[in-house]
């Protein structure tokens, strides 16, 4: 199905080379915002090269480069891009620390035309260095024609899972997400928490050279489905009661709203502490974090995991403060949306 406003016909290619079906489910991020991006516009969606075909066969007046993954056929996709002349490419990534669209390069080289950009990150706070890369004679920022800056992380906040979980029996805190070097050094404050730390096998040793000490799992489970017999208890986000905020060094001085994890924790009832190095985030983001849900090293978490422990009713105070950010959250995903619908109008 195609959303059509004054005729004008959108496109969203993927980068995850995978087929995604109207019901998948991915712990992917940027897979998560193209798909939610993709059924509240009802434009078209490419994500596998198998796909290619069917997008040939159509014009279209605004193309989007969904991230950037190493395992695109970028070759195959450029001919969308360069089958539709006219149309206005736009790159949408929720991470600073992504060099560029492979894709959109490519047709920049070919083409000498600037794109658009949708990010999290304003155009001050992304990478300089990036952004002073050279093509065709002109920065990468050159290149870059205008800059939207939305808060992309709100579109995983789920409702539904919000007040489905907040009766659920939980313990024991979990650190999750893809290896970052460039948030080991505020990561080893806490060696002496002894947290889940879930990611996929292949971080794991790159966190275990880095010095970081935890209970390491596999990538907990997004999937929507009833847990069955064999799987492990704790492979979902809704079985923790706590979780520590961290981020990249980078972001301790550039705002780039609450990270994803602040949403999905939000929206699956685990509490949130968060290192003190975050105070930018906390202070801008305008929700309710309490001051005893901050801390500075893993000492003083266990200190505060062990007193909600053993006083429920502290442990509801804070939880409910953190609950109280549900309504906010919802209305500015509605606003994202809007946002991001308008910029295609």
């Known amino acids: 199905m195609l959303w059509e406003q004054k005729d004008m016909k959108t496109l969203i290619i993927e980068s995850c080379e995978k087929r995604m079906t109207a019901d998948a489910v991915t712990s992917i991020v940027h897979v998560k915002n193209s798909l939610i991006l993709r059924d509240y516009l009802g434009c078209d969606f490419v994500s596998h090269e198998s796909e290619i075909p069917q997008a040939m066969d159509k014009s279209y007046d605004k193309i989007i480069c969904a991230y950037s993954s190493p395992y695109m056929k970028y070759n195959k996709y450029l001919d969308i891009l360069n ?9 949408l990534v929720n991470d600073h ?20 950009m949708i990010c999290n990150n304003p155009r001050e706070g992304y990478r300089g260095w990036i952004l002073r890369k050279k093509l065709n004679g002109l920065t990468l920022n050159d290149w870059i024609k205008d800059w939207h800056t939305v808060n992309l992380n709100t579109l995983v906040f789920d409702e539904q899972a919000f007040y489905s979980t907040a009766s659920v029996d939980k313990s024991d805190i979990i650190y999750y997400g893809t290896f970052r070097k ?59 009661k706590y979780s520590i905020y961290l981020e990249d060094e980078h972001t301790h001085t550039n705002y780039a709203f609450m990270a994803n994890r602040f949403y999905e924790c939000v929206m699956n009832n685990v509490l949130m502490f968060y290192d003190s190095r975050c105070n930018l985030v906390i202070e801008k983001s305008g929700y309710a974090i309490d001051p005893f849900q901050v801390v500075k090293d893993g000492g003083e978490l266990k200190q505060k995991m062990e007193m ?8 509801q105070h804070y939880l409910g403060i953190q609950q109280s950010n549900a309504e906010i959250i919802k209305s500015e995903k509605a606003y994202v949306l809007q946002t991001i619908k308008g910029i295609f109008q």
């Not at 089958?83 to 790159?91: L, R």
């Not at 909600?308 to 442990?315: I, P, T, V």
């Open 182 to 240: 460039h948030r080991i050094k505020d990561m080893l404050n806490y060696n002496g928490v002894n947290y889940v730390l879930s990611s996929s096998s292949k971080n794991h040793l790159k966190y275990k050279d880095a010095g970081i000490q935890a209970r390491f799992i596999e990538k907990i489970m997004w999937t929507e489905k009833e847990a069955d017999l064999f799987e492990p208890i704790g492979l979902r986000l809704k079985d923790y």
């Open 308 to 315: 909600l422990d053993s006083d429920k009713q502290s442990y």
């Open 83 to 91: 089958n539709n002349p006219n149309a206005e490419m736009y790159w």
């Open 97 to 116: 620390d992504i060099e560029d669209s492979i894709l959109l390069r490519k047709w920049l080289l070919m083409n000498h035309k600037q794109y658009h």
